[in-house]
C-alpha cells in the first residue's frame, strides 16, 4: 500500500500536504480510494467557507457509497480541485497526486501536532 | 450471526481477486477489479459472473402444469419444451412472491430459478399450494452452479467451448449440452439487456468450467464480474430487481410488469382477483425511472418529493457508466406521476428527470 512519506494522515484516511505558506492540499488516501471503489462524484466545498477540525466539508460519492470529508484542522478554503467535477474518477487513479481534493489556508497550527504521520498511518491502513 | 454460504466457486473467485461481500446469506464477489470496468466491458466485450447462490426448483409430475400455472402471472400452458419464460409468483393481495424464470424440460417436468433470498421463502410457499395437484416440488439448489456469460462476444466464446449449434437457440430457449466437456443446461438469458448465456452445471465441474471459459474469453476482452456491475447493467437495462422495484407490497400493476400477468389464460391463478381489481380502479402507485442530470448517485430510500412534499421514495439507484449519469427507479403516487419530482441531498434539491426504461439500446 502506497503511503507517501512526507504527507500527514488522519483516521478518517485523509492525506495533507503541508505547504509553505500556511495552507495544505488535502486528498484521500490509497487505502480509501482502493475501499470506496470507482468514484463516481465529489462534492466540493466552495472557496472562503470555514469549517471546524472534524466538521463535514464535502463527499466523495462511489458506485458503493457515499462517504463524508472531515477537515482534519481549523480551515478556511482556498480552492477545490475543479477536475473532480468532470472526472472524479482522478481520486482512484492518483489519489496523492491528481487526485487532490481541497487547498486550505490552516486557521490553527497547533493542531498539526495532532496530525498522523505515515508510520503511524500505515498502522491504521493495515487491513 | 450464521455462516455466510459459499459458492461452488468460491475459491475461484477469491484467488483471482474478487472482493467477497455478504448477500442474501452468500459471500459473493461485488467486485474483481472495478464495477465500472466490469460493466463497460460487458457492454463491449463480455463478462463472466458467479450467479450460483440463484435458487433453483423442480417442478414434476401430471399435473406440473396445472400447478405451475395456478401459483405463476405468465402462461404455463402454452410454453413448448425447450422454452424459458419469466414469470411473476403473487400473493393473493397481489404482491409479489418473488420473479422468476421457468425451464419447460416437458410436459410433466420443469425447472424454476429463483432469487437467492427468496429461495428458502419460495419453496414454503410452493409446497404449501400443492394440495390437490398431482406434483412433486424439490428444492435441487444445491445440484447446480450456476454461470452467466454476457456480452456481444459471449456467444463467440461459448462456440470455442461448445458443439452446439448457438446461432439456433434463440433468445429465452434452452437447451442441453456439453461446454468444455461438462454437461450443462445452456440458457439464451441473461439480466444485462446484452446477448449471452446462463450456464447450469454441476458444482464439482463449476471451476474447471469456469476456467475453460477464461481461457477462451480472456484473450477476447472478456473479464470477471461482480454482482455490483450485474446491478448496474440491469438497472440500465430497465429490468426489475425484487426487493426494489418488485416487492411483496408492490404489485405488478405498479412495477409496469402486466405483460407477465396473463388475464385471459385458461387457469384461475392466485393474486387474479386482486389484480384485476386494481387495474380496473387504477394503482395508488407507480414504479418510474429517472436521470438524475449528473453524475452524483441518488440512492434506494431517498425519500421523493413533489414542493417539498414527501410523494414516493427511491428502490434503486446506481451510476451509468454508457450514460456518465446517474441513474435510478422510484415508487411513488400515481397522483404524481406528471409532476415535477426532486430529492434532497443534504440540504441540495435534485431534480429526477422521467425517463422510460431502458436507459439503453439493448441488444440480447
Known sequence: MNIPPNLKYTKDHEWLKLLDNGEAIIGITEFAQESLGDITFVELPEAGDRFDSGASFGVVESVKAASDLYMPIDAEIVEGNAELEDAPEKVNQSAFEEGWIVKIKILDDSQIAGLLDATLYAEIAKD | ?364
Open chain 2, 1 to 364: 450471526m450464521s455462516e455466510l454460504r459459499r459458492t461452488p466457486l468460491h475459491n475461484f473467485n477469491a484467488t483471482r481477486g474478487g472482493r467477497m461481500v455478504d448477500f442474501a446469506g452468500w459471500e459473493m464477489p461485488v467486485q474483481f477489479a472495478s464495477i465500472v470496468e466490469e460493466h463497460r466491458s460487458t457492454r463491449s466485450a463480455a463478462g463472466l459472473f458467479d450467479v450460483s447462490h440463484m435458487g433453483e426448483a423442480s417442478v414434476s409430475g401430471p399435473d406440473a402444469t396445472a400447478f405451475l400455472d395456478y401459483v405463476l402471472t405468465n402462461d404455463i400452458s402454452t410454453m413448448k419444451s425447450g422454452r424459458v419464460l419469466y414469470s411473476l409468483m403473487c400473493y393473493e393481495h397481489g404482491g409479489v412472491v418473488d420473479d422468476l424464470l421457468v425451464y419447460k424440460k416437458a410436459d410433466d417436468d420443469y425447472l424454476i430459478c429463483l432469487n437467492a433470498s427468496n429461495t428458502e421463502k419460495d419453496v414454503a410457499w410452493l409446497k404449501s399450494k400443492l394440495s390437490g395437484f398431482d406434483a412433486k416440488l424439490v428444492d435441487v439448489s444445491d445440484d447446480f452452479a450456476l454461470l452467466a456469460l454476457q456480452g456481444p462476444k459471449a456467444l463467440e466464446i461459448l462456440s470455442g467451448l461448445t458443439s452446439v449449434d448457438l446461432g439456433s437457440l434463440n433468445y429465452y430457449w434452452f437447451t442441453e449440452g456439453g461446454v468444455a466437456g461438462k454437461p450443462c443446461i445452456i440458457s439464451r438469458t441473461g439480466y444485462t439487456g446484452e446477448q449471452g448465456v446462463e450456464l447450469f452445471v454441476a458444482p464439482r465441474d463449476a471451476a474447471e468450467l469456469a476456467e475453460a471459459i477464461v481461457g477462451v474469453g480472456e484473450p477476447l476482452g472478456m473479464v470477471l464480474a461482480g454482482l455490483g456491475s450485474r446491478d448496474s447493467l440491469r438497472l440500465e437495462a430497465g429490468y426489475s430487481l425484487y426487493g426494489h422495484e418488485i416487492e411483496e407490497d408492490i404489485s405488478p400493476v405498479q412495477a409496469n410488469l402486466m405483460w407477465t400477468v396473463k388475464f385471459k389464460k385458461a387457469a384461475d391463478f392466485i393474486g387474479k382477483a386482486a389484480l384485476l381489481e386494481e387495474k380496473a380502479v387504477g394503482p395508488k402507485r407507480k414504479i418510474i425511472f429517472f436521470k438524475a442530470g449528473s453524475r452524483r448517485i441518488i440512492r434506494s430510500g431517498a425519500p421523493v418529493l413533489e414542493n417539498s412534499e414527501p410523494v414516493g421514495k427511491v428502490v434503486s439507484g446506481t451510476f451509468s457508466p454508457v450514460l456518465n449519469e446517474a441513474i435510478g427507479s422510484a415508487l411513488i403516487d400515481a397522483t404524481s406521476l406528471k409532476a415535477e419530482l426532486s430529492v434532497d441531498m443534504r440540504g441540495k434539491s435534485m431534480r429526477l428527470f422521467q425517463s422510460r426504461p431502458p436507459f439503453i439500446e439493448l441488444n440480447p
